[in-house]
């Protein structure tokens, strides 16, 4: 079975920063990785996706991923925050769909603030 | 836009009802997700339909079901409805190729069980 964890379930950065947000997995095989938005009341828009290519992601809005599978890590990152990037983020796995179905197996949730 | 809508937006009911709920789907798309939200949570996979079939099943009771039909739109019917049973419903089709899959979610529809 797969699992995410992220840690920090708030994160507030001030505007202009590095945003970081952590992320490590479990996965018994190669999975697949993903970075979610969520805005309030709002549903789930993609970031950006690991698929056993590279493993530096670049996503939409700036934010670019590394998956380190020595650290079964993916973290998320972004140069410099906007306030636009106040939002829930969730980090999710999933397997290779002929394996057990392509589930996807989402983290807690992390919320960014950005201060002006 | 992920091409993606459910409806309606948002759902009252009471205790001991049943509710639909519903989606559509990007055309082309042959796999449908559901996931459950509850306030402050990351979504819980419920369950998923590949080419009108069920194709995995988190752990949800048997009163949680649902349909997938051939016009790319989907069902989730929940019966006996509980008030743990509020929460955002993210519906999220996707195309199974070999290779990955990704899937896009619709903005959901909040459930209140009062």
């Known amino acids: 079975a797969q699992s995410v964890t992220q840690l920090g379930s708030h994160v507030s950065v001030s505007e202009g920063a590095l945003v970081l947000l952590r992320c490590n997995y479990s996965?018994?095989?190669?999975?697949?990785l993903f970075w979610y938005v969520q805005y309030p009341n709002q549903g789930l828009q993609l970031l950006l996706k690991y698929t056993s290519a590279a493993t530096l992601v670049k996503g939409i809005n700036g934010f670019e991923a590394e998956f380190k599978k020595s650290e079964t890590s993916f973290h998320l990152t972004k140069p410099s925050a906007h306030m636009s990037d106040a939002a829930e983020y969730f980090c999710?796995?999933?397997?290779?769909?002929?394996?057990?179905?392509?589930?996807?197996?989402f983290g807690e949730g992390t919320q960014l603030t950005v201060n002006p | 836009e992920t091409g993606v809508t459910q409806s309606p937006t948002h759902l009252i009911k009471t205790r001991g009802q049943q509710v639909t709920l519903r989606c559509s789907s990007q055309s082309g798309h042959n796999t449908v997700s559901w996931y459950q939200q509850a306030l402050g949570q990351g979504p819980q996979f419920i369950f998923q339909?590949?080419?009108?079939?069920?194709?995995g099943r988190g752990n949800f009771p048997p009163r949680f079901s649902g349909l997938q039909f051939p016009n790319y739109s989907s069902e989730l019917n929940v019966n006996a409805l509980e008030l743990d049973d509020s929460a955002l419903y993210l519906c999220?089709?996707?195309?199974?190729?070999?290779?990955?899959?990704?899937?896009?979610f619709g903005p959901g529809t909040r459930l209140l069980v009062l």
């Open positions: 996965s018994s095989v190669p999975p697949y």
């Open positions: 999710a796995v999933s397997l290779q769909w002929e394996t057990s179905g392509s589930r996807l197996t």
């Open positions: 339909y590949y080419r009108e079939e069920e194709n």
């Open positions: 999220a089709s996707s195309l199974r190729v070999a290779g990955g899959e990704t899937q896009y």
